[in-house]
């Protein structure tokens, strides 16, 4: 398990990074390429479009306006004329009047000018050169006919005649000349006509290439619709997963900082890869000083410690001068190794302590019982008859050490419930000055004769948070000390009142006291204080210990003040209900 | 001397340690072979009882007394020190518990101190474990009394220890009283 936490550290960071950041570029790649393509399928679609309208436009314009239209209009123009012509000059041979000569000098002045136009329009058509060819021919012979009538006029009255019968002739040739203008003018037609079918076809090529076009930009947007979505959605997961393995990874480093085992990982080439706060603490090197050196070369104390403890077992190593018990174990994996070693001076030394509390909770219950037993032995005695003074004498030591016994049986059972966090505190509200009291009438009749018992205890209630039997055990167990310790008797005080907004109860007496560096210790598990001094006063150690912590449960505090031969004084504060 | 122990002599008048006229240890030891304490008036065996507790001091002093031994009992290891390197004991009871010296620090002591004869030593204790015998075995005893014990028991045993130191060397009580006992369990 740990080998896989220390790979996990090591692979999320660089190959998997990696992959990521390769997959998100040719997405980028991929979809900037397909939206240019896309752009420029659009812009090509638009410029055909106006290349195809623009075309169109001027293909109408060119041959309308600039082929067709002239020839069309030449042709007529040149039509009307020669019938202008013909008509002025047959008027002229039936009126002989000059000045119906006029439409045919105008006619001829013009139709040189039109059929100029037809030519310059001749290419519109490939026709159209022959047909002009057979006009001009018709026009140039009409012409010379009309010249010859006109001069035949006027050469005299027989001229007159024979321009009269000639007149028939010009009629065939005007005829054929009609029907060439005719062809000229269909010619004209052929090439709206053709201009219509090169609309059409500059239409329908536009249509199609703008429908290609269109159908690639939509294959193409198509394409991104489905892809790109999709590839996102994978992008987007595996950037989650990414994240997830990274946040892992991270917390995985969380844990391992805050793990109570010194974590070591190191590579196949022996050199440090990770050292966890708790390998700092343990083997007194930071981090930043080990990893990226060699382990042995860093410290020698980790290769002392796995030989020291290869079997399993625990085994003390000394590490800067310091003794120190470990536990190790080693996962290899492909790529290193993950060293794991476990402190276990504190819970030794732990372990000890709860041997020394079996072994002296035993020892305190064998004494009253080994007196017990002694004197019920003793009792028993049939070789020597033992006055009666002597027998209630040993019955009073049974009695007193059975009361002893079962003390301290009550208070080992409270010390396993405190110690195991089992015990059940009931507080309520409790008048502290009530209880006080009780407790001083009952302490008051047992008291020799050469203490002074003196009270201040406030009339009115004074209600405190507490368990009501519990603490009239504790300053119970208060007003015995007062008396145990003070082996000549003297003054006892018990004061109750209020201030700082808690309330407090004094118990001080005018005893052997305590010594100043024996004032926090007196209320350790066990402790007693040094009974050179106490004459020979007994008790388990536990009386204090359990004062405190009972009192603690209970939101109070217990404290003491004393001097040495002067006398001591112990206070609960509690808080006010 | 306790008020106690003081009490008991005075209703038990034949166990007054001034009837005992001075003699040799060997002498004293030639009358072990009597259990009985009024059988053991020209053999008083004077031993030194070091014990705290009260009670413990009441009935080894009362115990002992019957048995025939004069006893001579203190509370603290530094009043026992006192009186043991005054001299004049055959035996010294020591409690290992004791509030100020532990008793194998007084047996230590003494053994270190060079004018004082070397009294023979049996601890008295409710801390039995294999350490602490060993522990006693090593500060010189040459017996050691688990808590609880048959006080009425305990003169034939002091007795039996001294003959066999007298006849035996201390090694061979020694051999008898550790080797192989395991006491109680270690914790």
């Known amino acids: 398990m740990v080998a896989r936490a220390g790979a996990r550290l090591e692979e999320p960071f660089t190959a998997r990074a990696g992959l990521r950041t390769d997959g998100a570029r040719t997405a980028r790649r991929t979809v900037r390429a397909a939206l240019v393509v896309l752009i420029a399928l659009l812009v090509a679609s638009v410029a055909a479009a106006a290349v195809s309208v623009r075309r169109i436009y001027t293909l109408a314009n060119t041959r309308y306006l600039e082929q067709a239209a002239p020839i069309y209009a030449a042709t007529q123009d040149v039509l009307v004329e020669m019938l202008n012509q013909d008509t002025a000059v047959r008027g002229y041979l039936i009126s002989g009047d000059p000045s119906t000569l006029e439409p045919y000098r105008e006619g001829r002045a013009r139709e040189a000018a039109e059929l100029a136009q037809i030519a310059a329009n001749a290419s519109s058509d490939p026709r159209v050169p022959a047909h002009l060819a057979a006009v001009r021919r018709d026009v140039a012979w009409l012409e010379r006919f009309y010249a010859h009538q006109i001069a035949l006029f006027r050469s005299g009255p027989a001229g007159q005649r024979q321009a009269r019968r000639e007149v028939l002739n010009g009629k065939a040739r005007f005829d054929h000349f009609r029907l060439l203008a005719l062809q000229l003018e269909a010619d004209a037609g052929r090439v709206v006509e053709r201009a219509r079918s090169a609309q059409h076809g500059t239409f329908v090529n536009a249509l199609v290439f703008v429908i290609a076009i269109g159908a690639l930009a939509v294959a193409i947007a198509l394409t991104l619709l489905l892809r790109v979505p999709e590839r996102l959605y994978h992008l987007y997961r595996a950037e989650e997963e990414a994240r997830r393995g990274a946040e892992e990874g991270a917390e995985a480093a969380r844990a391992l900082a805050h793990v109570g085992e010194a974590v070591i990982l190191v590579d196949d080439s022996d050199t440090v890869r990770y050292w966890n706060p708790a390998a700092e603490h343990l083997l007194g090197l930071s981090g930043s000083a080990v990893v990226g050196r060699a382990l042995a070369a860093a410290t020698p104390a980790v290769d002392r410690a796995l030989e020291a403890t290869r079997g399993g077992e625990p085994a003390a190593v000394t590490i800067d001068d310091r003794r120190r018990w470990l536990e190790s174990a080693e996962s290899r994996f492909e790529g290193g190794r993950v060293i794991v070693l476990r402190d276990l001076t504190e819970s030794r030394e732990l372990e000890r302590i709860r041997?020394?509390?079996?072994?002296?909770?035993?020892?305190?219950?064998?004494?009253?019982?080994?007196?017990?037993?002694?004197?019920?032995?003793?009792?028993?005695?049939?070789?020597?008859?033992?006055?009666?003074?002597?027998?209630?004498?040993?019955?009073?030591?049974?009695?007193?050490?059975?009361?002893?016994?079962?003390?301290?049986?009550?208070?080992?059972?409270?010390?396993?419930?405190?110690?195991?966090?089992?015990?059940?505190?009931?507080?309520?509200?409790?008048?502290?000055?009530?209880?006080?009291?009780?407790?001083?009438?009952?302490?008051?009749?047992?008291?020799?004769?050469?203490?002074?018992?003196?009270?201040?205890?406030?009339?009115?209630?004074?209600?405190?948070?507490?368990?009501?039997?519990?603490?009239?055990?504790?300053?119970?167990?208060?007003?015995?000390?007062?008396?145990?310790?003070?082996?000549?008797?003297?003054?006892?005080?018990?004061?109750?009142?209020?201030?700082?907004?808690?309330?407090?109860?004094?118990?001080?007496?005018?005893?052997?006291?305590?010594?100043?560096?024996?004032?926090?210790r007196i209320f350790d598990k066990f402790y007693r204080l040094d009974p050179t001094m106490t004459r020979g006063v007994g008790g388990s150690g536990l009386g204090l210990y359990i004062i405190r912590q009972v009192v603690e449960r209970m939101g109070g505090e217990v404290g003491v003040d004393s001097e040495l031969g002067k006398g001591s004084t112990f206070t609960i504060a509690l808080q006010r209900a | 001397m306790s008020v106690a122990a003081a009490e008991i002599r005075a209703v038990d008048p034949q166990d007054e340690p001034g009837a005992d006229p001075p003699a040799t240890r060997a002498s004293r030891l030639s009358g072990t072979g009597s259990a009985g304490g009024r059988h053991a008036e020209t053999a008083r065996l004077r031993v030194l009882l070091v014990e705290d507790e009260p009670s413990m001091r009441l009935l080894c002093t009362f115990n002992l007394e019957l048995g025939g031994f004069e006893v001579t009992s203190v509370e603290t290891g530094a009043e026992g020190l006192a009186r043991a390197s005054e001299?004049?004991?055959?035996?010294?009871?020591?409690?290992?518990?004791?509030?100020?010296?532990?008793?194998?620090?007084?047996?230590?002591?003494?053994?270190?101190?060079?004018?004082?004869?070397?009294?023979?030593?049996?601890?008295?204790?409710?801390?039995?474990?294999?350490?602490?015998?060993?522990?006693?075995?090593?500060?010189?005893?040459?017996?050691?009394?688990?808590?609880?014990?048959?006080?009425?028991?305990?003169?034939?045993?002091?007795?039996?220890?001294?003959?066999?130191?007298?006849?035996?060397?201390?090694?061979?009580?020694r051999r008898r009283r550790f080797g192989g006992r395991s006491g109680e369990p270690d914790l």
């Open chain 2, 87 to 173: 001299g004049g004991f055959d035996l010294l009871l020591l409690d290992v518990m004791l509030p100020d010296l532990g008793g194998f620090e007084v047996a230590q002591r003494l053994r270190e101190s060079a004018e004082a004869p070397c009294t023979p030593v049996v601890f008295l204790s409710a801390r039995g474990s294999e350490t602490d015998l060993a522990r006693g075995r090593a500060a010189g005893a040459i017996d050691y009394v688990v808590k609880p014990f048959d006080p009425v028991a305990l003169p034939h045993r002091l007795r039996d220890d001294l003959a066999e130191l007298a006849r035996s060397g201390a090694d061979a009580v």
């Open chain 1, 355 to 520: 041997a020394d509390f079996v072994a002296t909770a035993a020892h305190e219950l064998r004494t009253p019982l080994a007196a017990i037993y002694g004197a019920v032995r003793t009792l028993l005695r049939e070789d020597h008859h033992l006055p009666d003074a002597t027998r209630a004498r040993f019955l009073a030591m049974i009695e007193s050490e059975s009361e002893r016994l079962r003390r301290l049986m009550d208070q080992l059972l409270v010390t396993a419930q405190l110690d195991g966090e089992t015990l059940v505190v009931h507080c309520e509200t409790v008048d502290l000055c009530a209880l006080c009291r009780s407790l001083v009438d009952s302490t008051g009749l047992q008291l020799p004769e050469t203490f002074d018992l003196s009270v201040d205890i406030p009339t009115a209630p004074l209600d405190v948070t507490a368990d009501p039997e519990r603490l009239r055990q504790a300053i119970g167990n208060l007003l015995e000390n007062a008396i145990k310790y003070s082996p000549d008797g003297g003054r006892i005080e018990v004061r109750v009142g209020a201030r700082d907004g808690r309330a407090h109860v004094e118990i001080a007496d005018s005893g052997i006291g305590i010594p100043p560096e024996e004032q926090e």
